[in-house]
């Protein structure tokens, strides 16, 4: 037996119906994956700077707050997100500062910050898809 058909079988199991006979029925279901919850909460925060409100708001506070090139410093980039999301930790700030700071020259731009947001968008949507895929065995029986 591969590892694939053992796989298979264990997904199968046996439902009993209200009538007390017995009904065998497949069972394909995906592992829950384990996330923390201070994960959670951090997925939260950072879904909520990618929302169209929340990046009408940071463009606007780009284009008031930057400096003469152009750009956002650290202590600057800080403040406005606080002003967006005020529940905001400092530690989740300069985290998302340093992966956007892409040229680590301590400032970012509005085209930088554009740039993370869609490679964040890219990597979920893969990690969806990848997610998603369902195995259906044709022809798909179900024993009564």
């Known amino acids: 037996m591969s590892s ?14 209200a009538g007390g006979s017995q009904k065998s029925k497949e069972v394909l279901s995906s592992p829950t994956p384990s996330v923390s919850l201070s994960q959670t909460s951090d997925f939260q925060h950072k879904s909520q700077l990618f929302t169209e409100p929340h990046l009408a708001q940071m463009e606007k506070m780009f284009q008031d707050e930057v400096d003469s090139t152009g750009a956002l410093d650290m202590k600057t980039f800080d403040k406005a ?9 400092n530690e989740m700030i300069e985290a998302l500062f340093l992966k956007v700071d892409m040229n680590c020259n301590a400032s970012i731009t509005w085209q930088e910050y554009l740039d993370y947001v869609m490679r964040e968008f890219k990597g ?15 022809p798909m029986i179900i024993a009564l």
Request: glycine share 0%; charged share 35%.
């Open 124 to 138: 979920k949507e893969k990690m969806m898809r990848s997610q998603c895929r369902r195995r259906f065995h044709l």
């Open 81 to 89: 997100v606080k002003k967006i999301l005020s529940n905001t930790s």
């Open 4 to 17: 694939e058909d053992f796989r298979e079988s264990s997904l199968s199991q046996k439902v009993s119906s």
